[in-house]
């Protein structure tokens, strides 16, 4: 079973301070991978997405990938309150289909 | 509009009844996808479909029926609800099969 882990939280940040959001996953085959957020009661939305390993910024998201250990991160810097929802991770086997994780819920707290 | 739109937002319905979600896009994106969303279990693949007439199960399909005959709709049937299918159900499209774009939702009530 292909699996997606990640902590479900809450992930309590302050205001202003870097968020660091993590996931693992179990399939060696995935070969890129998403962040979304999904504020409570609505849908998910793409935040940014990885292939290579290392490190990818846009503004004040950078996603972080390392293949070997199996692990990506999405981390926030500057948090905002209105940061506030649940974070997603999927990995993606190209011929297959996504994979979730459950969910990281962060609140930012003013 | 452009985007992805379902329909209906909010469903209650008995346990036994057939019960239809609809769901459309506008980008003629080839890959459409079915999800629910449960507590505990994140978002669980139902179905998907990678061209009209072209359907395939995902992680959780019994009890689900799905069909395309048109690349802008993909309407997911419930041919005969349980309780167990009280969830949030997710439409999502894609160009490609990936880079996932999600309709608003619709929140079912199996009673």
């Known amino acids: 079973q292909k699996e997606v882990e990640q902590n479900s939280g809450p992930l309590s940040v302050p205001e202003g301070a870097i968020a660091s959001l993590n996931c693992t996953y179990s399939?060696?085959?995935?070969?890129?991978f998403f962040w979304y957020r999904q504020y409570s009661g609505k849908s998910p939305e793409l935040i940014m997405f990885?292939?290579?390993?290392g490190d990818k910024e846009d503004g004040r998201f950078t996603a972080q990938l390392n293949k070997a250990s199996q692990y990506v991160s999405l981390l926030i810097r500057d948090s905002q309150p209105s940061d506030s929802a649940t974070y997603l991770c999927?990995?993606?086997?190209?011929?297959?289909?996504?994979?979730f994780g459950p969910g990281t819920r962060l609140s930012v707290l003013p | 509009d452009a985007g992805i739109t379902q329909s209906p937002r909010y469903k209650i319905t008995e346990t036994g009844r057939q019960v239809t979600l609809m769901c459309h896009q506008t980008?003629?994106?080839?890959?459409m996808f079915w999800y629910r969303q449960d507590l505990g279990h994140g978002l669980r693949l139902i179905y998907y479909?990678?061209?009209?007439?072209?359907?395939d199960k995902g992680e959780v399909p019994d009890g689900y029926v799905v069909s395309r005959s048109k690349t802008e709709n993909f309407p997911l049937t419930l041919e005969s609800a349980t309780r167990s299918q009280t969830s949030v159900y997710f439409c999502?499209?894609?160009?490609?099969?990936?880079?996932?774009?999600f309709g608003p939702g619709t929140r079912l009530l199996v009673l």
């Open positions: 999502a499209s894609s160009p490609g099969k990936e880079t996932q774009y």
């Open positions: 980008w003629s994106h080839s890959y």
């Open positions: 479909s990678a061209a009209a007439d072209i359907t």
């Open positions: 999927a990995a993606h086997n190209y011929g297959q289909n996504f994979v």
């Open positions: 990885i292939y290579s390993n």
């Open positions: 399939d060696r085959g995935s070969q890129s």
